[in-house]
């Protein structure tokens, strides 16, 4: 709140260009009511590193081969494309297919194992907090599984690699799904989050 009074709408603090308008609302809390971006920095954010040995571009062609072969249930509207041609193309929900459904079995013998279990992380912490109902035991496991990427994030990759969208993962996406429901993770249409 500090750096967004400091800025001014010609000098950025910490990103912020200037005091939001939604400030004034008496019944709005900024913090609160304001979710990370979830298709930005989660699945455009992280999954889309590329460097050192977890760079597995040059392995595209097999990886499409096995994405390829995949036939996916109904409820996954868009088909697997070719990621030689298309990944730099696709869409959230096609990224997001990928994370929760498609990476592991398509990764798994190419991406070195500690990349991939770090990667399964993330698909399965975001996987529970998507769910149309979220039980009590569903938003602990995502905490605890989104808590060991963040934290693992650092140990794998390049000192100055776990920015903003990692801290966001690790320690606030649970936090927006309990206040605000699914819908928390920046998710386009609103569904129940109920604790059993």
Known sequence: MQDMMRATS?????????????????????????PPDYMHGVLLGVQQRKKNSYFIGNKLALISKRLNAIQPPETIERLPRNLEKNYSNFKATELQAWLLYYAIPCLDGILPNKFLEHFALLGEGVYLLLKDIISLYDIERAHVVLLEFMKNFTVLYPAGSCGLNVHNIGYHLVEYVKLLGQCGVGVAFHLKIVIQ
């Not at 939604?22 to 809390?29: G, T, V």
């Open 10 to 34: 010609n000098s950025r603090v910490k990103g912020f260009k200037g005091v939001s308008s939604l400030l004034e609302l008496k019944s709005f809390d900024v913090v609160s009511g304001s």
